[in-house]
Every structure is written in structure tokens, then in C-alpha cells.
């Protein structure tokens, strides 16, 4: 799995080197976040039932989209939102990466699934987080940027 820390080694071990400062400081920073993300994790882990919730009413509230597909398309914003709580947990977007990017995007297709709607839910999702009534404003940005990194590639 990619974390901060496996990306540095593989890195300089292709390269054929030891890591660099500039490899150790990207290190240092990932531990200097890990309290914020941590935060985040347990924030959402505790209500991660609500936030799916709160997204897909929005989302299919509005009637746009297809209420057949409704039920699908909540248990797989439930497990992007868990495979985001195990980023938070690892400081890296390999658990995204490995198990929901690649693989869910063509599980979306083949279920003729509207890619429109998860865009939508989390990007709803995103500008719901309110500081500091559900965490603090690092453990938002921590959190924040890894549904952004999500739309983006769902997009």
C-alpha cells in the first residue's frame, strides 16, 4: 500500500539512491500532520453512517437521477468514504488508489451507474465539513483534500 513513507523509499531505491533530506522532510511532514488526520479519521469513522446519509438525500432529492440506482450508489459512497478513512490512517491515497479509483470506476460503468451523481455526493460532502463544529480546521483540510483528490478522479 502507498503511504508517504513507502513512495520516499521506492522512490530513492529506484533511483538508486538513499533518500534525500528533501525525501526525509516530505516524511517529517506526513508525522506532523498524522494528529490532523487522525482526527479526521475518527470523526469520520464516527459518523460515517449520517455522512453517506446526508450526501445521497442531496444528491437524490433533487429527483435527478434515477432512484432505482439509489441504494448502489450509497453502499459505494459508504466505501470510498471508508477507503478515505484508511488515507487519513496512512498518510497516502494508496488505499484509494489501489481499491476504489481503478476498480470502482468500472464497477460504476458496468452497473450504468451515473459517475455524476458520486461527484456530486462528495462534493456535497466536502462543502458540508463546518470547522470547528465537526473538526478542526487541519483535520478539514486534511480531509477535504482527499475527497478533492477523489472527484477529481472520478471526473
Not at 479526521?40 to 432505482?68: F, H, R
Not at 471508508?82 to 489501489?98: A, F, K, Q, S, W
Request: charged share 25%.
Amino acid at each position: 500500500m502507498k503511504s508517504v513513507i513507502t513512495t520516499v523509499i521506492a522512490s530513492a531505491d529506484a533511483a538508486g539512491r538513499f533518500p534525500s533530506m528533501s525525501d526525509i522532510e516530505a516524511v517529517k511532514g506526513s508525522f506532523n500532520r498524522s494528529t490532523a488526520r487522525m482526527e479526521a479519521a475518527e470523526k469520520l469513522a464516527a459518523g460515517i453512517d449520517k455522512v453517506t446519509a446526508d450526501a445521497i438525500d442531496a444528491v437524490y432529492g433533487k429527483g435527478s437521477y434515477d432512484q432505482a440506482n439509489k441504494d448502489k450508489c450509497a453502499r459505494d459512497i459508504h466505501h470510498y468514504l471508508r477507503l478515505i478513512n484508511y488515507c487519513l490512517v496512512t498518510g497516502g491515497t494508496g488505499p484509494l488508489d489501489e481499491w476504489g479509483i481503478a476498480g470502482m470506476r468500472e464497477v460504476i460503468r458496468a452497473q450504468v451507474l451515473p459517475t455524476a451523481a458520486y461527484i456530486e455526493a462528495f462534493t456535497h460532502i466536502r462543502d458540508r465539513v463546518c470547522v470547528p463544529r465537526d473538526m478542526s480546521p487541519q483535520a478539514a483540510a486534511e480531509f477535504k483534500s482527499l475527497l478533492d483528490y477523489l472527484i477529481n478522479a472520478l471526473s
